[in-house]
């Protein structure tokens, strides 16, 4: 069946490291969301990109959609201990916009 | 705005029994969606009602039903509890909901969930 795999499954970098997480899916994508949940919370919407090629930016989080629509990356600058949390990718169903799978997510520790 | 809200916070079952779970959209969300979060399968769709119907079910058994009501109020119902239920579950509100305007963005708002414990 389809899949959207991430990749790191963990990340441990020093403050004020970069950060990239990858989500790749097995068929293309209609849109690509992406969500953060802090240790203990609840995931929280970040973004969401429909065009093939997109790249947005959020401050120092900048997100990619690949030509294919069957990839993406989440890029942080600089981390700060404030992005502790894990990250995840979300997609539809292929031909089921109504439907969505989320990636395993990425785990970012942040040491001081 | 009020947010999301979920109740109850925190539940222990035993296998066998069933229960209720409650979500309250966002003011003016018509929508809301159901995920479990696990640790080893992570964050999978349940369900989503829209308008009192429920437009999408996820690949999970019968035991797992939900309902909305007009004030679009939710509730998720598990019936004949294993300990495989055990989980994070979490609501989500919208606006327009999941694919209402087919490549068009939406933000869908999670509660705090619910985590169910089952012995």
């Known amino acids: 069946g389809q899949q959207v795999m991430q990749i790191p499954q963990y990340q441990h970098v020093q403050e004020g490291e970069d950060f990239t997480t990858y989500c790749n899916s097995s068929?293309?994508?209609?849109?690509i969301q992406w969500y953060k949940q802090r240790p203990g919370g609840h995931p929280v919407f970040l973004i969401q990109?429909?065009?093939?090629?997109e790249v947005k930016k959020q401050k120092r989080l900048t997100f990619q959609f690949g030509e294919a629509k069957k990839n993406s990356s989440l890029h942080i600058t600089a981390t700060q201990t404030t992005d502790v949390g894990t990250y995840f990718c979300?997609?539809?169903?292929?031909?089921?916009?109504?439907?969505?799978?989320f990636g395993k997510g990425t785990r970012l520790h942040i040491l001081p | 705005k009020a947010g999301v809200t979920q109740t109850p916070r925190y539940l222990i079952k035993t296998r066998g029994q069933q229960v209720t779970l409650s979500c309250s959209p966002i003011s003016g969300h018509r929508s809301v969606s159901w995920y479990q979060q696990t640790p080893g399968q992570g964050l999978q769709f349940l369900f989503e009602y829209f308008s009192e119907t429920q437009r999408n079910k996820g690949n999970f058994p019968g035991r797992f039903s939900g309902r909305q009501f007009s004030n679009s109020r939710s509730e998720m119902n598990v019936s004949t509890l294993e300990l495989g239920d055990s989980a994070l579950y979490l609501c989500a509100s919208s606006l327009t909901g999941l694919g209402r305007v087919i490549g068009h963005p939406y933000e869908q708002y999670f509660g705090p969930g619910t985590r169910l414990t089952v012995t």
């Open positions: 979300a997609g539809p169903l292929l031909n089921r916009d109504d439907k969505i799978i």
């Open positions: 990109l429909v065009k093939s090629g």
């Open positions: 068929t293309t994508l209609s849109n």
